[in-house]
């Protein structure tokens, strides 16, 4: 057996989002083994069944497991709302989502009575599962969803610091400042990139952001459990489940750090 | 069995987005049934395998065929590309794409030394499909390929008349304006509904739209094989592999014309 030391973290998303919440690990945790599994094929998750999700989110759990790794955050919003028991059930070792851990930092944080934004994507808003996770964590606060389907294509496309990406998120974030909004959920994991927009356009909000939340969370839960590692030359290996030029480009954009693998790699029944 | 002119004309795409063919076919023969499907369990397309799209594109055809059709439209720029010979396999009706009768259209009207502009997805762009067509057509016009990636969720989104979509058209059209661009091929089904902010951001740009010049082909070919419809009460007809709240909102974005049926099908070896 490995050492728990050596042992990595494994992440998993749908694409590449989730690799802010990679980027935010490594900063927390730079002695950290990791490894990165996108489900580039099947991206995106947000429009399918819960069934099919929990199906994707096992497989990759099993692949990801197979890495011998000591947890597992599961860097999508989408995977965080529905496949989180589903993970748990097979395996022992900590599973952590993106969602639990910015509902806490806004639940402690804010005062009982704010009124808190969150955006995110359609998918998300309609899950409701930031407010099912408020209630469950005891907040009282007022959660606002607002959705932005065009901020992840923005972004992507490299438009997150633009005129036309100013003139977007206004008409976003307008009406959630016009309701008193002070604290704002960022519920999608493209939305780090867009972070330093949203605080020049509205300098008054309090940005929680959930990949820092995540990273942070599973800092204290490692150094709880025992379990930190401190790699003197921490290996980053990032799967994807379909490789083109445009997901290199998103890799650079998302995670700028070196890696020491980027490759396809398959999972599911058949493999 | 029916007569000719009872019979509907299959259209499809792998969204809702060859809704704009649909709208120009009905335009153009209003006395004609309609049956459309959308594959929106599995749009888009674009980013899939040509073995995947063509399988994809076959389960629809045979779908199409049970409904009694006298012609198929691929109102798919990515199935126009990879999937009309495999369809032709499939039945002798006649089929048609929306690539050949654009780029007819620019070989013929324009002059054999203008530069044409083509704008599309990164996945037409990449595919070539377009400067295939023009050279197999006799065009010696030269094509300049601009991939678009943010105007379809613009579009969806109901950005087509915003600020916001007017400084990405800028970036996107004035590179090809600076290299003398003259005609302009919309090779989304999408960009009819952008043509608009287009023709007045560059109102020198001969527009040349895949989905009128797709209808009036199609209105030349059932005309010369004598299969023109004369129905004093055409049935339009639209399938989805899907359906959500969004994709009722784009049905009503892309096609506003009432119709007398807009429900889930199945296609594929399962059903």
Chains 1, 2 share one sequence.
Not at 21 to 33: G, K, M, S, T
Not at 66 to 90: F, H, P
Not at 175 to 200: D, Q
Request: glycine share 8%.
């Amino acid at each position: 057996m490995t050492p728990q030391d050596q042992k990595s973290i494994g992440v998993f998303d749908s694409g590449l989002g989730g690799l802010t919440v990679l980027r935010e690990i490594h900063r927390v945790l730079p002695r950290e083994n990791l490894i990165y599994f996108g489900d580039t094929a099947r991206v995106p998750y947000g429009n399918k069944s819960s069934s099919t999700i929990i199906r994707y989110s096992r497989e990759i759990t099993r692949f990801l497991l197979k890495q011998d790794i000591k947890a597992i955050v599961v860097a999508c919003n989408t995977a965080s709302s529905y496949a989180l028991e589903a993970i748990r059930e097979l395996t022992d070792i900590p599973v952590l989502g993106v969602i639990d851990p910015a509902v806490r930092s806004l639940a402690s944080e804010a005062p009982p009575q704010a009124v808190a934004g969150l955006i995110a994507t359609k998918g998300t808003i309609a899950s409701g599962a930031y407010d099912t996770s408020l209630r469950r964590n005891g907040g009282s606060q007022q959660l606002i969803g607002q959705p932005c389907p065009l901020l992840v294509p923005l972004i992507e496309e490299g438009y997150a610091s633009s005129q036309a990406a100013d003139l977007i998120l206004r008409d976003y974030l307008q009406p959630l400042a016009e309701r008193g909004v002070e604290y704002l959920l960022l519920g999608c994991t493209h939305y780090p990139l867009i972070a330093a927009s949203i605080r020049r356009l509205y300098p008054h909000f309090k940005l929680i952001d959930s990949a820092a939340e995540t990273a942070t969370t599973l800092q204290g839960l490692l150094t709880k459990a025992n379990l930190l590692g401190n790699a003197e030359k921490p290996v980053i290996d990032l799967f994807v489940s379909d490789m083109t030029d445009s997901m290199r480009s998103l890799k650079d954009l998302f995670f700028a750090e070196k890696v020491d693998r980027f490759e396809v790699a398959q999972v599911g029944d058949d493999h």
